[in-house]
């Protein structure tokens, strides 16, 4: 059902010249533009705790929308409704390429009165710290076991940019081709949360282990390439919340478990309210917070902001010139 298919480069620097464009040091944003978060009970409880708030309080935020358990969007014009009957109830790591191939023409809409979610905001809940193996290369981005492989297959194709997957007959790019087609929105990977340790522990150090390293090629490997194969866009910003509440790596007896401080020692791995305003300083409001950074660097980007309609989030299959077999 998985198969590397044809190499889409030339389409990929086609889109991005549509976007190039003199930086003139200023806001280029509209101030109707709003940020989506796709999460589930995580996610909730930090916004409930304070990151809704902090969030309202910038001024390039218009508006706050969500995408959460029961949510329903429509897929994209000629794409599948993979993530059917209810997309909102899936945030798995291998669920992503399929949001972001078939559903982000609708993300960008979702919740808003009006402007666009120039900000996405997406992360996986808890259970996907429980990395069970490295698996093998290059990865299977739409199978459902937890392996260092498969993750790293959502972000990036193991022989390059440009290459795709075919996934029940139709054609998907990984995350980091999408991303650079819409240079005009700002995403942000939030890494999963680590897991509780006691009374009894709900992972084991290579499970956890393996988190961590995910996390920091995430945030380093990949996202490093990423900047040096697009430069200017800077239209990525990974925050990794798994580092903000673990223990490290190096730990004595819970390494990349859940800090006890911020519920490890409670049999439940959701960061509890100490957790959550600790990491709404860390994201939003101390002076040198994470989204703020991220926000000046796209702020300040070598993009000319097109209209949100003028790119879509994948071709439709009669434009696709023989992509697909």
Not at 92 to 112: P, S
Request: hydrophobic letters at 30%; one cysteine or more.
């Amino acid at each position: 059902m998985l198969s590397t298919v044809h190499n889409s480069q030339e389409m990929l620097e086609a889109s991005a010249s549509l976007f190039s464009g003199e930086n003139h040091g200023e806001e280029r944003w509209s101030s109707d533009d709003d940020l989506i978060f796709i999460h589930h009970s995580c996610g909730q409880n930090w916004l409930t705790n304070s990151l809704h708030a902090a969030l309202l309080a910038k001024d390039y935020i218009d508006e706050r929308n969500d995408i959460y358990y029961g949510t329903d969007l429509s897929p994209d014009a000629g794409r599948p409704d993979s993530l059917a009957p209810t997309p909102g109830d899936s945030t798995n790591m291998n669920h992503w390429i399929l949001w972001f191939n078939d559903y982000l023409g609708g993300v960008k809409t979702h919740g808003c009165s009006d402007g666009v979610n120039r900000i996405i905001m997406f992360k996986s809940c808890y259970p996907i710290s429980n990395i069970e193996d490295n698996g093998t290369e290059p990865g299977d981005p739409f199978s459902s076991w937890q392996t260092l492989a498969n993750y790293k297959a959502v972000y990036r194709h193991y022989n390059g940019s440009g290459n795709t997957y075919t996934y029940n007959g139709y054609t998907y790019r990984p995350l980091e081709d999408i991303f650079a087609q819409n240079p005009d929105i700002l995403f942000i990977p939030v890494t999963a949360p680590p897991r509780h340790y006691a009374p009894t522990d709900a992972t084991n150090d290579a499970e956890a282990h393996r988190a961590r390293v995910f996390n920091n090629w995430l945030k380093n490997d990949w996202l490093t390439s990423y900047n040096t194969n697009h430069p200017g866009l800077n239209n990525v910003a990974v925050f990794d919340w798994f580092d903000v509440l673990a223990y490290p790596d190096n730990h004595s007896s819970h390494p990349n478990r859940l800090r006890a401080e911020y519920g490890g020692e409670s049999g439940d791995s959701h960061p509890n309210n100490v957790a959550n305003s600790y990491s709404t300083q860390v994201f939003a409001t101390n002076p040198d917070n994470f989204i703020d950074q991220a926000w000046n660097a796209f702020n300040a980007s070598d993009i000319i902001p097109p209209e949100i309609s003028d790119v879509a989030a994948f071709p439709n299959p009669q434009e696709m010139n023989g992509w697909v077999n």
